[in-house]
């Protein structure tokens, strides 16, 4: 019996994970809820944003129990809309959460969130020399994603579709090449909205899917978070043991001598 | 008698009082209560340079600056 989680380990700059289920902690209707769902998805990063600190309002403090539960944080550059704002938001994040790995994310329109390519690469490139592990989200462009390999990017992180549309892989004929094409590991990210999707993101031979809204807005969402494991696990497995050749005419699975001959 | 009394404004809305050249950030933090347990997963600039936490006691300052403090929150 396969074995994933012993045989089949993800590589990012030296780090192992077993499981190939990335997470974000957004939209969860609380702290507990979130802490519960991550940890029946198995999954073993999330990523999360900084903001200003609201100085009146309560501190939800979302950090201890990711902690408590040996995650790799990734944090994210959300809201910057300029290669500019990345920076400065990846080094505030690196001093915050004493880590230099980032996901790289620069979406100046608010009504689909397409991340800009000329200001990640930028950023990027930036990034990179300043010594952080650089995660990019972006759209899935093969040659960006060569682009951002060639300038030093650990992974990418193509989308299958916006953001929070729970579309699938809308995406799919170019993840496909840019999985094909890349040396580095190949991570969806966006518009996963079920197991179905990520299993099959994963049989395509992505090396790993991050979902957050899909489960979050769950209505039951430790539910979903296995759901998504065991869907993410069973893709990897697929992709692994090898899918048949897809063809247009029937080839018969049983022998086709006359009945009774 | 001159007061050393000035402002530091703090996430661009907020303005504590500072006594000009010998306040330090980790006052202005500890007034703000953001005490050392939350520090751990927060950041501050001054006037938009980071200013790396094991800086902040020998930080002093003089009156006008904008301090931003970040903080991590939930995001995908």
Redesign the interface.
């Known amino acids: 019996m396969l074995d994933l989680e012993v045989t089949d380990k993800l590589m990012i700059s030296g780090h192992h994970f077993c499981s190939r289920l990335f997470t974000?902690?957004?939209?969860?209707a609380n702290?507990e809820l979130?802490t519960q769902s991550l940890s029946a998805s198995a999954s073993e990063l999330v990523?999360?944003?900084?903001?200003?600190?609201d100085?009146d309002g309560q501190?939800?403090?979302?950090?201890a129990p990711l902690l408590a539960n040996n995650m790799k944080l990734l944090?994210?550059t959300?809201g910057a809309k300029t290669a500019q704002d990345a920076i400065?938001a990846a080094?505030?994040?690196r001093?915050?959460?004493a880590t230099n790995w980032i996901k790289l994310e620069i979406h100046p329109d608010p009504k689909y969130l397409m991340p800009d390519p000329i200001e990640t690469l930028k950023a990027a490139e930036t990034l990179v020399k300043d010594g952080f592990v650089v995660l990019p989200y972006m759209h899935a462009d093969p040659v960006l994603a060569k682009r951002l390999e060639e300038v030093g990017c650990q992974a990418v992180m193509p989308l299958g579709a916006p953001?929070?549309s729970n579309k699938g892989l809308v995406s799919q004929d170019f993840l496909q090449i840019i999985i094909e094409q890349a040396n580095v590991p190949v991570i969806v990210d966006a518009g996963i909205g079920a197991p179905s999707h990520a299993a099959y993101a994963m049989e395509l031979g992505a090396d790993a899917v991050?979902i957050?809204?899909a489960m979050a807005v769950s209505p039951d969402p430790v539910a979903m978070a296995r759901a998504f494991a065991m869907a993410v696990e069973s893709g990897r497995m697929a992709y692994l043991a090898g899918l048949g050749t897809v063809g247009s005419q029937a080839i018969a699975t049983s022998p086709l001598t006359a009945f009774l001959d | 008698m001159p007061s050393n009394d000035q402002w530091v404004s703090v996430n661009q809305h907020q303005k504590i009082t500072i006594e000009a050249g010998t306040s330090t950030l980790v006052d202005v933090l500890r007034e703000l209560e953001i005490d050392s347990k939350v520090a751990v997963a927060v950041a501050v600039a001054i006037d938009n340079q980071i200013v790396t936490q094991s800086a902040w006691p020998d930080t002093v300052l003089h009156g006008g600056e904008q301090l931003s403090i970040f903080g991590a929150i939930a995001g995908g």
């Not at chain 1, 974000?24 to 969860?28: A, D, L």
């Not at chain 1, 501190?59 to 950090?63: E, F, H, N, T």
Request: no cysteine; charged share 20%; hydrophobic share 45%.
């Open positions: 974000g902690t957004g939209k969860f702290s979130m990523t999360m944003s900084l903001k200003r600190v100085l501190r939800d403090d979302i950090l944090p994210n959300s400065f080094h505030l994040a001093e915050a959460l953001i929070g991050l957050n809204t």
